[in-house]
């Protein structure tokens, strides 16, 4: 099974909301990602978490929270977020770490509308 | 740093055509080299990936690249291509240094009927 599921599939927040996007993987990964995506351009990496510690944090407005509860789960939080925030939140799992020859397997996303 | 390159932003063939999408690296040593497909609205699904080894490798779908380190290149290739193959395409690297995967621009196929 290599499959990474994200829920939800569709989200529409305003300005002062507070949502949590969640990424599920089985395939007994260790690294776990987090992209955002704007149409026609190529995923952007958010953070990294390898082993359930974030490794990486591309210097991500703190509206954006990463959470790792377990190896097999891991949350995005989002809190007063900005409409340029808009975009696919794609969500990918590695095998064995945040290592150059690990394939990332990737959820479908969750297409986030901030109004 | 490394980098990847993905001349051609949009790319329209006949069905049952032959395609060849491009894509050019920067990077001194053997790179990791993969081609990720994603339909609309959809995420991203690996299509294959270089390592080591053989120069042609195959994937799933019928597609395959060549690996050419004389031209920098890992150009992805499908002998007849299907109305289902319309999407974007990635090219990507993944960095030794960081572990990240460093992404093309992409490339859209639209197929005709």
């Known amino acids: 099974d290599t499959e990474v599921t994200q829920t939800p599939k569709h989200l529409v927040m305003g300005m002062t909301n507070k949502k949590s996007l969640k990424c599920e993987q089985h395939?007994?990964?260790?690294?776990m990602y987090w992209y955002k995506q704007k149409a026609k351009k190529p995923p952007e990496l958010m953070f990294v978490?390898?082993?359930?510690?974030?490794?990486i944090n591309e210097s991500v407005p703190s509206r954006f929270s990463p959470e790792c509860p377990n190896s097999s789960l891991l949350n995005l939080h989002l809190h007063a977020l900005q409409p340029e925030d808009s975009a696919l939140y794609l969500c990918?799992?590695?095998?064995?770490?945040?290592?150059?020859?690990?394939?990332?397997?990737f959820g479908p996303g969750t297409r986030l509308l901030v109004l | 740093a490394q980098s990847v390159t993905q001349p051609d932003i949009h790319i329209t063939v006949s069905e049952g055509a032959s395609l060849e999408l491009r894509c050019n690296y920067s990077?001194?040593?053997?790179?990791?080299l993969f081609w990720y497909v994603q339909s609309p609205g959809q995420g991203l699904q690996l299509l294959l990936k270089?390592?080591?080894?053989?120069?042609l490798v195959q994937g799933i779908k019928g597609f395959e690249a060549e690996f050419k380190r004389s031209q920098s290149s890992f150009n992805l290739r499908k002998p007849s291509v299907h109305w289902s193959d319309a999407a974007e395409y990635f090219c990507?690297?993944?960095?030794?240094?960081?572990?990240?995967?460093?992404f093309g621009q992409g490339t859209t196929l639209q197929v005709k009927p």
């Open positions: 990918a799992s590695s095998q064995d770490g945040a290592l150059a020859r690990e394939t990332q397997y």
């Open positions: 395939m007994g990964h260790r690294a």
């Open positions: 978490y390898s082993y359930e510690k974030l490794s």
């Open positions: 990077y001194g040593a053997t790179p990791y």
């Open positions: 270089y390592f080591s080894g053989d120069t």
């Open positions: 990507a690297v993944g960095s030794s240094n960081t572990g990240k995967l460093i």
